[in-house]
């Protein structure tokens, strides 16, 4: 247990109930919007209310239990927008899946997922299983028998041929290849469709990073397949070559975007910074916990190469919600805080940053409607924490009290 993650004993325990939460300061909407002395009153599951103390109070029912947290804040539980369940954040966990059998696999999921719900995050959107495993997860955690954050399951990734990440069944070759995946993700029950349209770094003699994997056209394919069903379609982008056919495929999330060139170097363009504010994508930088170590590893002069792009980014203006590529290398899955961090060394002030793990993050997922706010019909994913995270970010780490679906009653 790190920071005041809560017990294996408080999760597991952990039953849906009625509760009036009370505390020194509730955030109610964007941009830092909050009251203070608020309350928020949480019945079967849902919000249903949300504001001034003594006007949550007037809506209460006798007899519901109720819960006052003193100077702390609430606020709607964290979306972490891009995880690797079946990765286990060693040292080569693309080994430690392959050596696991289905069952082995799925067991240390459900315990990462223990993990987020702990440290306060009560969504996820997971990018990349096998055999469908996220989805067994995300079933068990919907129907209470496992506690757990709500699971959105990209199911098995599309790739090529020894293509990024092809260890989990995704490899395809033309077309056909394409649709017939992205119908049989669908089939499956995959909240989103996840492609790798360049190379990536735990792929072991794979494209390069920068390397393009699939064409505008067959991306927009995958686009127009998933469209049918309503689904989105997030796309692993690192070379600029690769965001350009993203954006021309008109994806929803674009993740990584990290603007890498064939020689090494950065290929930023602005031109396609305006296209993707203009389609209204979203791009999920997917921050590893462990950025900072990233910077010691590989010299903090390259480093700031890649961070200089991400900050770019933010100053013109890109649509950011937060990740952490949790379960790669060194990203473990009780840090979120550590990720939310690399944002305000970007320069985004810290009520943004709030947003992108909460609100902004929702509407990205096209759950908007459904979590990421307090307020009447919500869904009850509700955190509560000692201090103020619009002052430090700090904050978010001290976790008092923890709901998810009205579920997980923890503190």
Partial sequence: ???????????TDALRTDVLITAAR?????GGEHVEDGAVLVQNGTVTAAGPRAAVEALTPDG????DFGEATVLPGLIDCHVHLAFDGSDDPVTALQDSDDESLLAGMAER????LGSGVTTVRDLGDRNGLALRLRDAVAEGALPGPRILSAATPVTAPGGHCWFFGGEVDGPDA??????RNIDAGADVIKVMATGGGHTRGGPAVWQSQFTADELRLVVEEAGRAGLPVAV????TAGIEAAVAAGVSTIEHCTWMAEDGGFDLREDLVDAIKAAGIHVCTATSPNWRGFAERVGHERAEELFAS???MAKLGVPMIAGTDAGVTRAVFDKFVNSLEFYQYLGIPLAKIVDMATGDAALALGIGGEVGRLAPGYRADVLVVDGNPLVELDALRRVRFVLADG?????
Avoid: I
């Avoid at 920071?3 to 004993?9: E, F, I, K, M």
């Fill in 236 to 239: 692993h982008a690192h070379g």
């Fill in 26 to 30: 509730v955030l109610t909407g964007p």
């Fill in 1 to 11: 247990m790190s920071d005041a993650q809560l017990t294996d004993a408080q999760l």
């Fill in 407 to 411: 579920r997980g009653v923890l503190g």
């Fill in 113 to 116: 997922a223990r993990r987020l």
């Fill in 64 to 67: 519901t239990a109720r819960r």
């Fill in 310 to 312: 991400m900050r770019w």
């Fill in 178 to 183: 394409l649709r017939t995946l992205v119908r």
